[in-house]
């Protein structure tokens, strides 16, 4: 289209010219010259005109719970000695994100797409603030602008990405009291073993012992051992501290081709981070597991410790959850066990099914002496015998109207 534009002046101002020398008139003569001109000057002004454009945006927020607010902050420079008459940023931004701002749902992207104009003089900038709600649990990308600018009359345009860096928002999921959910704030899963069971802090070595039998075999000084000529292990220091470890079972139909009840889903990872806010206040070593995957297939685990940071590693992992179930938690929790848990932890399973080898696992887990606590997310009724495991149903705990507020979350 535009190459038809550009023959149509070419052919008028020939035309324009050849009228002027016929004519001897001087004033088509200049006219016939001052077109071309204004035309190839307005491709140069098109061309050149997002040179020197810098883009760069950030968070005041960048990590927040369901329900806060964050303000995107972005700022476009021009850094040339010429102005920018014109300048159109369109930037999409996540669908269950609500802005604050002039936007458009794009429906090829599925994503609302910003629309925000400016005119820059030389040397000169321009910061938007726009406000984000954060209603959703999740991590979402705020990616790159794309730009538009040209000349003066509008005739020619340039467009092409922004400058800016990617930013990942995350979304933690809400936290709950525990008198919300019918649990005891002070002792909600009763009498906890922890400091009563000595146990070896792998992180302290006090020195080296002959091996016994039943010493891990990760325990093995083998460089020890090479020199004296016979077994040794790595004697560690004890240490009593509580171990909590969070087991996510995301499954909600029996048959997993069914897919997922949003519900369900954001029920029971809010129960697994009000578990974690509570464990890591109290002082206990955390860990969580999960038959979710991130988007590039690795399993969604956090290792037990106390770190400072264990609790947001946490709750990024639980804001990651997509409701992919990768496997069965029961063959999570299997290759734990074989990978070893301080003796004496506490696993809580968030679940609203109780298959059979999920209910095996949790068999296995009390006879290596953890204790485990099920709290139980639906209503559905479960055929499988849990014996003496304590099962706390805490559907009864969401009513009616919490229920109307996590299905307009999960629409």
């Not at 806010?277 to 590039?296: F, M, Q, V």
């Not at 479960?382 to 919490?402: A, C, H, K, M």
């Amino acid at each position: 289209m535009r190459a038809i534009i550009d023959d149509i002046w070419l052919i008028v101002t020939i035309v324009i010219i050849i009228s002027g020398l016929i004519t001897n008139s001087f004033l088509l003569v200049v006219l016939g010259v001052i077109i071309p001109t204004s035309i190839v000057s307005a491709k140069w002004w098109a061309k050149i005109s997002l040179n020197g454009i810098i883009i760069s945006q950030t968070l005041s927020k960048q990590k927040l719970f369901e329900g806060e607010n964050t303000t995107l902050f972005l700022n476009v420079q021009n850094a040339k000695w010429l102005p920018v008459p014109w300048l159109e940023l369109k930037k999409q931004i996540p669908r269950d994100l609500q802005v604050n701002g002039p936007f458009l749902f794009n429906s090829s992207t599925n994503m609302n797409q910003l629309l925000l104009n400016a005119s820059l003089r030389k040397d000169s900038q321009i910061t938007w603030e726009i406000e984000i709600f954060c209603n959703r649990r999740g991590i979402y990308r705020i990616g790159k602008s794309v730009i538009k600018s040209g000349d003066f009359f509008g005739l020619y345009e340039n467009e092409e990405n922004g400058s800016e860096q990617f930013i990942d928002l995350v979304v933690y999921p809400r936290i709950y009291e525990f008198e919300e959910l019918s649990l005891e704030s002070v002792k909600p899963f009763g009498e906890l073993r922890g400091k009563e069971v000595i146990f070896q802090d792998t992180s302290q070595l006090i020195g080296i012992r002959d091996y016994q039998l039943g010493d891990p075999m990760k325990h093995i000084d083998w460089k020890a051992s090479a020199r004296s000529m016979k077994l040794q292990s790595r004697l560690f220091a004890p240490s009593g501290s509580y171990a909590l470890v969070i087991a996510l079972d995301i499954s909600t139909f029996a048959q997993s081709w069914k897919g997922s009840d949003p519900v369900l889903v954001e029920r029971a990872v809010s129960v697994a981070a009000s578990i974690a806010k509570w464990g890591e206040e109290r002082g206990y070593d955390l860990g969580l597991i999960s038959n979710d995957y991130y988007a590039r297939g690795r399993p969604i685990r956090v290792g037990v410790g106390r770190h400072p940071e264990r609790l947001s590693k946490i709750l990024d992992a639980l804001a990651a959850v997509n409701a992919f179930t990768g496997s069965n938690l029961a063959d999570e929790l299997n290759s734990v066990l074989t990978g070893g848990l301080p003796m004496g932890t506490t696993v809580v399973v968030i679940a609203a099914l109780m298959p059979e080898n999920l209910a095996d696992s949790l068999f296995k887990l009390v006879n290596d002496r953890h204790q485990v606590y099920v709290l139980k997310t639906s209503s559905n009724k479960w055929s499988g015998d849990l014996g003496s495991i304590p099962v706390i149903d805490i559907s009864r705990s969401f009513n009616s109207e919490t229920a109307e507020k996590d299905s307009a979350k999960a629409l």
